[in-house]
């Protein structure tokens, strides 16, 4: 799995991140946090994390000055800010110094996982997905797995559920996910359930609502914002486009 250092000189947020956040679902597991941005310094530049969740407002160190020390010292990282102040010229500094993106406190863990299946996106190619063990084999319950979320693509599918029902470890159903597909659980999900939202909306009878809970997105604006991540263009777009 990916690596990610949190730092918020706020506790509670830290708490709410780490623990809120379905982070083995999205590939990711989260080594290290610290409320003093001096101090982690130090500690990401030692634990060599794949992203950096930071917080723009801090005393000490702000997240730009944060940032752009972790980068000079050599560090490949990918940074997302956290902020509840943005400002035009905040983000402008952001993404001039490299950032990858942007999140709004009080945070909404969509929007959380959205910038995650971004990231894993650009890590898997940037930087294969890490294996712990190799000699994985083809499992036939992990076989069943696959057909199952292709076949059940519009529930809620988690790795608690599937660890559950076909007595594999989260972290086994994560490595084979790794292995097999070099992406993760939800980027998985995602791409099955895009797949199907194409091929409905060549169905004229169906309206883009209809589609997206077709597709398991109770909230259109939400379907809408994965549609455009996945395809680069909004749902009614593509339709005018074909």
Same mark, same amino acid.
């Given at each position: 799995m990916w690596k990610v250092f949190l730092v918020d000189d706020e506790e509670i947020i830290l708490n709410q991140i780490e623990q809120a956040v379905p982070w083995m679902d999205n590939g990711f597991e989260v080594i290290?946090?610290?409320?003093n941005p001096g101090r982690a310094v130090k500690q990401v530049l030692e634990l060599k994390p794949?992203?950096? @969740?930071?917080? /723009?407002?801090?005393?000490?160190?702000?997240?730009?000055?944060?940032?752009?020390?972790? $980068?000079?010292?050599?560090?490949?990282?990918?940074?997302?800010?956290l902020s509840a102040y943005g400002t035009f010229e905040d983000a402008r500094t952001f993404?001039?110094?490299?950032?990858?993106?942007y999140l709004l406190k009080p945070l909404q863990i969509q929007e959380v996982e959205l910038v995650l299946e971004?990231?894993?996106?650009?890590?898997?190619?940037?930087?294969?997905?890490?294996?712990?063990?190799d000699d994985l084999g083809i499992?036939?319950?992990?076989?069943?797995?696959?057909?199952?979320?292709?076949?059940?693509?519009?529930?809620k599918i988690t790795l608690d559920q599937l660890s559950r029902q076909f007595g594999l470890s989260a972290g086994? @159903?994560?490595? /084979?996910?790794?292995?097999?597909y070099n992406?993760?659980?939800?980027?998985?999900?995602? $791409?099955?359930?895009?797949?199907?939202?194409?091929?409905?909306?060549?169905?004229?009878?169906?309206?883009?609502?209809?589609?997206a809970a077709e597709c398991g997105y109770k909230d259109y604006f939400y379907f809408n914002k994965v549609f455009k991540g996945y395809y680069g263009v909004a749902p009614s777009q593509y339709i005018s486009e074909k």
């Open positions: 290290g946090r610290d409320t794949d992203v950096i @969740i930071s917080d /723009l407002r801090m005393p000490q160190l702000d997240g730009h000055t944060f940032m752009r020390t972790v $980068k000079e010292a050599g560090l490949d990282v990918e940074f997302v800010m993404f001039q110094q490299e950032g990858f993106d971004k990231l894993a996106k650009k890590l898997a190619k940037k930087k294969p997905f890490e294996v712990l063990n499992n036939p319950a992990f076989s069943e797995l696959i057909e199952y979320v292709r076949n059940n693509y519009s529930e086994y @159903i994560c490595n /084979l996910f790794a292995k097999s992406t993760t659980l939800t980027c998985f999900v995602t $791409k099955v359930r895009m797949e199907h939202a194409v091929e409905l909306m060549k169905d004229k009878s169906f309206s883009l609502k209809a589609v």
